[in-house]
């Protein structure tokens, strides 16, 4: 009769668990920034897209919705820096 207890608990056990594994599979996204510079906003866009793809890809996600991109003033130099915003799955 204990026996029987026990295994019937460790499958509701395994059962609990394996539900949980498949919500965090599920809730595995994140907000993944990356930085792109350029000598126009143009430019430091385009590369701050770029290296958010290239980001979002190294993790093994997939891109979520639109990408936002923030540019702040030109720097030293005129460079200008970029700042692209997506979640990723």
Same mark, same amino acid.
Not at 13 to 36: D, H, I, M, W
Not at 56 to 82: D, E, Y
């Given at each position: 009769?204990?026996?029987? =207890? ?9 059962? &609990?668990? +394996?539900?949980?594994?498949?919500? !965090? $599979? ?20 385009? =590369?701050?897209?770029m290296n ?5 890809? &190294?993790? +093994?996600?997939?891109?979520?919705? !639109? $990408? ?22």
């Amino acid at each position: 009769m204990m026996k029987k =207890m026990f295994r019937a608990a460790a499958c509701v056990g395994l059962l &609990t668990a +394996g539900v949980g594994l498949a919500e !965090a $599979a599920q809730g595995k996204c994140s907000r993944v920034q990356a930085q792109g510079e350029g000598v126009t906003k143009e430019i430091a866009t385009e =590369m701050a897209k770029m290296n958010l793809s290239f980001t979002i890809a &190294t993790k +093994g996600s997939k891109a979520s919705g !639109a $990408a936002s991109v923030t540019c702040g003033a030109p720097g030293p130099l005129m460079w200008t820096s970029c700042v692209a915003r997506q979640r990723a799955c």
